[in-house]
C-alpha cells in the first residue's frame, strides 16, 4: 500500500515540477479521531493505510520536519514539502 502512496506522491511532484511549482505546501489527511462513525471500513485497515501514507511521505522526503521517533500522532500536524 505505501508503494501506491509512492507513486501518487511522485505523480503529484512531476506535474508540479512540469507547471513550474516551486513553493507549496501539502498536508496528510486521516481520519478524525474524534468521530469513526462517519467513515467505512474496519480500524484495522484504516490504521494501517494511514500508516502507509505517513510513511511514504517520509520515505518521499515531503516532510522536512519529520521525525521518526514522534507519535504518530504528530504526523497529523501540517508536512511541507
Do not use: H
Not at 511522485?10 to 489527511?29: P, R
Not at 502507509?52 to 501540517?78: D, F, G, H, V, Y
Request: charged letters at 30%.
Amino acid at each position: 500500500m505505501k508503494d501506491e502512496f509512492i507513486k501518487v506522491i511522485d505523480l503529484v511532484l512531476y506535474v508540479f515540477k512540469s507547471l513550474n511549482f516551486t513553493d507549496y505546501t501539502a498536508q496528510i489527511s486521516l481520519r478524525d479521531q474524534e468521530d469513526r462513525s462517519k467513515y467505512i471500513g474496519s480500524d484495522e485497515n484504516w490504521e494501517r493505510a494511514e500508516q502507509a501514507i505517513i510513511e511514504a511521505a517520509a520515505e518521499k522526503a515531503c516532510a522536512r520536519w519529520w521525525n521518526t521517533a514522534k507519535p504518530l500522532s504528530m504526523a497529523r500536524n501540517l508536512i511541507s514539502w
